[in-house]
């Protein structure tokens, strides 16, 4: 990623990073380690956000973490990348609305989240593309991406874990 800076908070966990016309490139690359011990002290301050709420109130939270960022990365343990995690980027990812209105104010809001996995953060961008697309024109489809965003996409597992338990056992 170069030289783009990762700048600042803003409104909690928020990073801002300003663009210009030089450093628009940059975001097409590989992060620094250093951007990506930032992103995990981000995922860090959201899953403890998450900890101590029902599944439910998590994914409400993780919805709004989603909505209020151009950029949410999504990171999971692996031991072969720099820091002990990979990422993927799961909103505001080439060509996308944010980076359009990047280029016309030139700060950029990012977040991330823990996933279990990449193919975890796959499924939770799905379902937000799904919750993005379809929330006016398709309401019966929204509402299904909605239960699965409620019941999947929650970033904290030990309580996803003990709800989706309860709903095998009974």
Known sequence: MGRVALDGRMGGSMLRAKMT???????????????????IGLARETSNSMSSMDGGNQALLLLRTFN???RVYGLWPDSSQPGGYAY????????????????????FSVEAVFQESEDHADLTREIYVGLETCADAYPEAYRQAFTLWINIAPANFAETKKRIRGYIFG
């Open 21 to 39: 016309k030089r450093n628009a490139k940059q975001w097409k690359r590989e992060l620094t380690s250093a951007q990506v011990q930032e992103l």
């Open 68 to 70: 209020s960022a151009d």
């Open 88 to 107: 993927s980027i799961m909103k505001g990812g080439k060509g996308s609305a944010a980076k359009r209105r990047v280029a016309a104010n030139g700060e």
